[in-house]
Nanobody, 130 residues
Framework: QGPLVESGGGSVETGGSLTLSCTVS????????IAWFRQAPGKEREGLAS????????RHYVRDSVKGRFTISQDKKTVYLQMNSLQVEDTGMYYC???????????????????????WGQGTQVTVSS
């Protein structure tokens, strides 16, 4: 099992909901910026949301393009991505990733990029059909 393990993907119809889970291994530092990314077929990986875990400051960020539909949350060492009102364009492989260096401003402001993250899960597939 890797440092991060995603689950919860599946196939839904337009307008449906899914909740993805990212379980963070005990071997990863307890303080991390955990982010969710999506990669659609033939497209670059894009960041969706992030949350700072193991820190006294609670910070999270959701990209404008999915704000209002996607919510990121945490329960101990599991980070969730609640996705509502799913659309066909939400189809893709969803990954969670960890960056131990990101602080509250960086993680909570969404100032990160794909290359900042050192540890990745293997992904979970989300397919939305019309």
């Amino acid at each position: 099992q890797g440092p991060l393990v995603e689950s919860g993907g599946g196939s839904v119809e337009t307008g449906g909901s899914l909740t993805l889970s990212c379980t963070v291994s005990e071997y990863i530092s307890s303080r991390n910026c955990i982010a969710w990314f999506r990669q659609a077929p033939g497209k670059e990986r894009e960041g969706l949301a992030s949350i700072l875990i193991g820190h006294e400051l609670r910070r999270h960020y959701v990209r404008d393009s999915v704000k209002g539909r996607f919510t990121i949350s945490q329960d101990k060492k599991t980070v969730y991505l609640q996705m509502n009102s799913l659309q066909v364009e939400d189809t893709g492989m969803y990954y969670c990733a960890a960056d131990q260096r990101a602080g509250p401003t960086y993680c909570g402001g969404g100032y990160w990029q794909v290359g900042d993250f050192d540890d990745w899960g293997q992904g979970t597939q989300v397919t939305v059909s019309s």
